[in-house]
């Protein structure tokens, strides 16, 4: 049977729910298609000692004033104060960066390394600082940096201590990725991310996913198996559903609001060179275990702490200002990799494999924070894969081709964490970007009435 709708939006995390929030504003009927039993995406939530968490992202910027606005609209939901709090071990101490003390503790934090490192990293946050645009993929300035410096890595650029003491805490955060394999023109996400201060829904972000997809038409347990294309025009999609049933649904426009390697594999009969483009787009796995414990084990002072190469665990950090006796542990990095490989495949983490997991985490901790298996309440873990998004050298290549009309197939546009950049307001910016492309084909008179949202359609910053 064919079921017809106006526009489907395949990938029920942030980028697909902004998007189909952004069409509904432009008055076009979007049905959102999720593969899992719930939308969320990796903004997914659990359930640890009685409390509903999140494993994903959560942490609002007081730029992302996309995200604010929808958020605004939707609620109200409380926020907290959560800012930058980070630690490093250097000469066998803590050192802490904290954005409520960002000048002062950021000498600190970067004090032995060299001088010209840090000089270079002031040149880049003022490329930021001046315009807000180089906060996202393909931002001007580091646009043109790409086209200079895209063919080596960021560790080619940064002395190889900034890299281990300053530069690696944010690329294994933000894309799980070591400094060889990211790049210079990537590199203004990280900054804009670095310099902002936080918030976080005092509700978390399963009260906004549960407000944001009320609205929404929605479909789960549904995987896109194809997008189908007549006469170079998207005509429907052929899904196939958790029990097994298969479906051609027809819609005149799709949008697939998926990570790179799922757009690719959906766009490879149709183009294999944009294809092609969507698979330079890496991915890094990410393995995330949430500990509740008797006691706080981290301070007010200390929220967050940073792990070497050595080490296959990144950062462990309180779950919240309020809660010190939540901790939040990220494996992922280079070293991390096989850990992470004996947990693929896996049909979730069941307790006694997450108890394990934690044992690592703990001992690693133990180091420098005092942390006690006796002291553990609840622990609840999840593998990302694909997880975080590395992007690809040089980006603007890729924006060329997705504007380049021998690429265009009618009726379809894309949105994600690989194009404008992994962060929540990224993702909504590119979601906003999709929605005007697919507004803009839509012929005149066929979309519904719009009511005033306050929401802009032109894609700026």
Not at 44 to 72: C, P, Q, S, V, W
Not at 99 to 125: E, I, Q
Not at 155 to 164: E, G, K, N
Request: overall charge positive; charged content about 25%; aromatic content about 8%.
């Amino acid at each position: 049977m064919t079921i017809t709708a106006t526009c489907a939006v395949v990938g029920g995390g942030i980028s697909g729910i902004a998007t189909a929030h952004y069409l509904r504003r432009a008055g076009i009927d979007a049905e959102l298609l999720e593969q899992h039993r719930a939308p969320g995406g990796r903004m997914l939530g659990a359930t640890l000692d009685g409390e509903r968490i999140d494993l994903g992202g959560k942490n609002i910027g007081r730029h992302y004033r996309r995200f604010r606005a929808l958020a605004h609209e939707l609620g109200p939901f409380a926020l907290e104060p959560f800012g930058i709090n980070t630690s490093r071990i250097r000469d066998g101490r803590i050192v802490t960066l904290d954005s409520t003390h960002r000048l002062a503790s950021t000498f600190a934090y970067m004090r032995g390394c060299p001088p010209a490192d840090a000089l270079r990293l002031a040149a880049l946050c003022s490329r930021v600082w001046l315009d807000a645009r180089n906060r996202f993929l393909d931002g001007p300035s580091f646009a043109r940096l790409a086209r200079r410096a895209d063919d080596s890595t960021l560790s080619t650029y940064f002395s190889p201590a900034f890299c281990r003491a300053v530069v690696r805490a944010m690329s294994v955060r933000m894309n799980g990725a070591e400094p060889d394999e990211i790049h210079l023109g990537n590199f203004g996400t990280h900054l804009g991310m670095w310099l902002d201060t936080y918030d976080q829904l005092k509700d978390g972000m399963g009260a906004f996913i549960d407000a944001a997809t009320a609205p929404l038409k929605i479909r789960c347990d549904a995987r896109v198996e194809r997008v189908v294309v007549r006469n170079g025009r998207v005509s429907g999609l052929q899904v196939r559903y958790a029990d097994g049933r298969a479906s051609d649904l027809g819609y005149d426009h799709v949008v697939l609001a998926t990570p790179a390697c799922v757009s690719a594999e959906l766009l490879r009969e149709h183009d294999a060179v944009l294809a092609a483009a969507f698979d330079e787009i890496r991915y890094f796995p990410v393995l995330v275990v949430v500990a509740a414990y008797r006691r706080p084990v981290f301070s007010v002072n200390v929220r967050g702490l940073s792990f070497g190469p050595d080490s296959e665990l990144s950062n462990a950090g309180a779950y919240g200002i309020e809660r010190l006796d939540m901790v939040r542990y990220t494996f992922s990095g280079r070293k991390a990799r096989a850990l992470i490989a004996s947990a693929r495949g896996v049909d979730g983490i069941a307790r006694p494999q997450a108890e394990g997991l934690l044992d690592l985490a703990e001992a690693a901790l133990r180091r420098h924070i005092p942390v006690e298996r006796a002291d553990r309440r609840d622990v609840v873990a999840h593998l990302f894969d694909p997880g975080l998004c590395a992007y690809a050298p040089h980006h603007y290549r890729l924006r060329a081709l997705l504007d380049d009309r021998r690429h265009a197939i009618d009726g379809l546009a894309f949105a994600g964490d690989y194009l404008r950049g992994a962060s929540i307001e990224a993702c909504m910016f590119a979601a906003q970007e999709a929605a005007v492309r697919i507004a803009q084909s839509f012929p005149k008179g066929s979309r519904r009435s719009s009511r005033g949202t306050g929401y802009g359609y032109r894609a700026s910053t």
